[in-house]
């Protein structure tokens, strides 16, 4: 089988594409344990809800490129906004009591999870 150069390159390019696109969530998720303590399991959902939101933005609202990203920015930006005042946000005061028992995580596991399933269960149905 011979391989092309530009058939290489592409092979090259679409790995190093899906690497930083890995690199990404790793640091989205490392930055909101790190700082805000909180374990997200919708954090993948949450990037799938962007990717919907630019795929939308983009044919539906005639939108170029750059103003289709940043609305589709925007637009994750006030779900997750949202999910966390919703979900999360009572959990923060119990927070330090709660951690050092070892029974907060799984209010957070049990919350995030919900939102993760939510999210799935609404996408795959349509």
Same mark, same amino acid.
């Given at each position: ?59 539906v609202m005639g939108l170029l490129y750059w ?24 959990? +923060? ?5 709660? /951690?050092? =028992? %070892? #029974?907060?995580? $799984?209010?957070?596991?049990? +919350? ?5 399933? /939510?999210? =799935? %269960? #609404?996408?795959? $149905?349509?």
């Amino acid at each position: 089988m011979d391989i092309s150069a530009v058939y290489l390159l592409q092979l090259t390019l679409n790995g190093l594409a899906l690497g930083l696109l890995y690199a990404l969530i790793a640091v989205g998720l490392s930055l909101i344990f790190g700082v805000m303590e909180i374990i997200n399991f919708a954090h993948g959902e949450f990037l799938m809800l962007g990717a919907f939101a630019m795929c939308f933005a983009l044919p539906v609202m005639g939108l170029l490129y750059w103003p289709a990203l940043a609305t589709a920015i925007v637009a994750t930006m006030l779900v997750g906004f949202v999910v966390y005042e919703l979900l999360l946000v009572r959990l +923060r005061p119990l927070q330090p009591r709660i /951690l050092r =028992r %070892g #029974r907060g995580w $799984r209010r957070y596991w049990r +919350r995030t999870a919900r939102a993760l399933f /939510l999210y =799935r %269960g #609404r996408v795959l $149905r349509k």
